[in-house]
């Protein structure tokens, strides 16, 4: 048998399975990556920094015995069936205490089979989410772990070394048992679904005022200079600014607004009715998405409804300061929302996830970081049980900033016909979030009515059920 010399394994080679080896491989680690594509093994290898420890091979089998023990490897494979194969292959291969882990987007249940499954066997599985994409992968993601805490100390060192830092703290933490992690990084999806309907939404509402790419660029670029900073706001800006090398036009004008999706916002907001927990600004954005895929649709019935002026008289200035506090308003909004139902979904299925370190964690590397996330990580460590963020008296400070104007600009996208989903959805979630009474007391009347479902009092507990209309 080969002499073991590597410290980690990487099932995938593909751009982020090579780009997280890389990142170890250049603070120290000896890594070895598997692809059965020998190309990818060899972009491996070529993409290594010169005098660092990396190697790739086309057998699996190979790859395991030149781990050193306890074997630790991660797979990067499509979620699904692909990693349940993946994790059939290794089990002949694989010795008690080895550590396995699953890098992908996969679905927080199959991680909670995939771990009961090896656990039997002697083996420790963890699910951990990753966020930054390509480039994050090489120079410093936001990671996300989950599951076997014995496990997560043998992979600590490693992923506190290439993960992303803030103020010299690193953007990984422990977040919990089970399928924990690939919860934290659904629901992270699922906020990132959501700031970025907002931010087309505003988008959309500044071209309203006449602002061409150039000013549009201009005021993303200030925004995200202030605080509203972010990722997202900055590559928002950007994008404005990139030419299409087919014609001379700017290429955001040249795409096409049917958008995909991967599925992990839809599972955010299945799995939050599940719980139940209110995102509607999150399922907001997974239905637009599936809406801007009806575009045959949308052009017949563009031409058959007539559309209000879609102009504002709104000066220029002001207008985009109103959608300023709107998108900020949103965005707080959909962090409100996902972090209630992480704090629900830790009780609800005792994952134990420590909301400050998920927040922590987010404020570096990943695709939702932003300065916000340095206010709500003061208020989860003031009161780490917080139910939801918008009873912070800092957040709330930061709302009432930005409600008025969201209310103004909630009503010129209602009439001038603007599709304003997510901030309408925000200022209806936050309205009846602060409604002391809401009139849900109807609904209980009506449900009693139809179908004898009882109905509670405000005066005297227990159920009630009255025969209506005698």
């Keep these: 048998m080969a002499q073991s010399v590597f410290d980690f394994g ?18 120290g680690f000896s890594v070895i990556g598997f692809d059965k594509d020998n190309t990818k093994t060899g ?17 699996l089998a190979t790859m395991v015995q030149l781990l050193e023990r306890p074997r630790k490897l991660m797979m990067l494979v499509p979620a699904g069936k692909p990693v349940d194969d993946v994790i059939e292959s290794l089990i002949p291969l694989l010795e008690k205490g080895d550590v396995v882990i699953d890098g992908g987007n996969s679905h927080y249940t199959d991680t909670l089979r995939r771990v009961k499954y090896l656990r039997e066997k002697g083996i420790h599985f963890m699910g951990i989410g990753v966020s930054g994409g390509e480039k994050g992968a090489r120079t410093g993601p936001s990671i996300m772990p989950g599951g076997d805490q014995e496990a997560y100390n043998h992979v600590k060192p490693m992923l506190e070394a290439i993960s992303a830092k803030v103020n010299g703290t690193p953007c990984v933490a422990y977040l919990g048992k089970e399928g924990a992690g690939h919860y934290v990084k659904m629901v992270h999806n699922g906020i990132e679904y959501a700031i970025m309907q907002l931010i087309s939404e505003a988008y959309s509402l500044l071209k309203l005022a006449g602002l061409d790419n150039d000013r549009l660029h201009q005021v993303f670029k200030s925004w995200n200079e202030g605080d509203l900073q ?21 290429l955001v004008d040249m795409i096409s607004d049917k958008a995909g999706s991967k599925g992990t916002g839809k599972w955010t907001s299945q799995d939050a009715m599940e719980l139940p927990v209110a995102v509607p600004v999150i399922d907001s954005a997974v239905a637009l998405r599936t809406l801007s895929g009806y575009k045959d649709e949308r052009v017949q019935a563009a031409g058959l409804y007539k559309s209000p002026a879609g102009t504002i008289n709104t000066p220029a200035d002001t207008w985009i300061q109103q959608v300023h506090d709107a998108l900020h308003f949103g965005i ?59 009873l912070n008296k800092d957040v709330a ?16 996208a209602a009439q001038t016909g603007t599709a304003a989903a997510a901030i309408m959805s925000s200022l209806a979630y936050f309205d009846a979030y602060r409604t002391e009474r809401m009139p849900t007391n109807l609904v209980q009347a009506q449900r009693d009515y139809f179908g004898a479902h009882t109905y509670q009092r405000i005066d005297v507990p227990g159920s009630f059920h009255t025969v209506w209309g005698e």
């Design 332 to 390: 707080i909004i959909s962090y409100a929302q996902g972090l209630a139902m992480l704090h629900q979904a830790s009780k609800e299925l005792d994952m134990q996830i420590p909301l400050p370190e998920a927040v922590k964690v987010w404020r570096g590397g990943c695709i939702i970081r932003s300065t916000l996330l340095e206010v709500y990580l003061k208020a989860y460590q003031a009161a780490p049980e917080l139910p939801n963020i918008l």
């Design 10 to 27: 990487m099932i995938g080679l593909g751009v982020m399975g090579r780009n997280l080896l890389l990142n170890m491989a250049d603070h």
């Design 230 to 250: 972010s990722f997202l706001v900055e590559i928002t800006a950007d994008i404005f600014l990139q030419k299409d090398d087919k014609t001379s036009n700017r």
């Design 43 to 59: 972009a491996l290898e070529s993409a290594a920094t010169a005098g660092t420890t990396v190697k790739g091979v086309a057998e």
């Design 397 to 412: 400070a930061l709302v009432e900033n930005a409600i008025t104007n969201t209310r103004a600009v909630v009503a010129q």
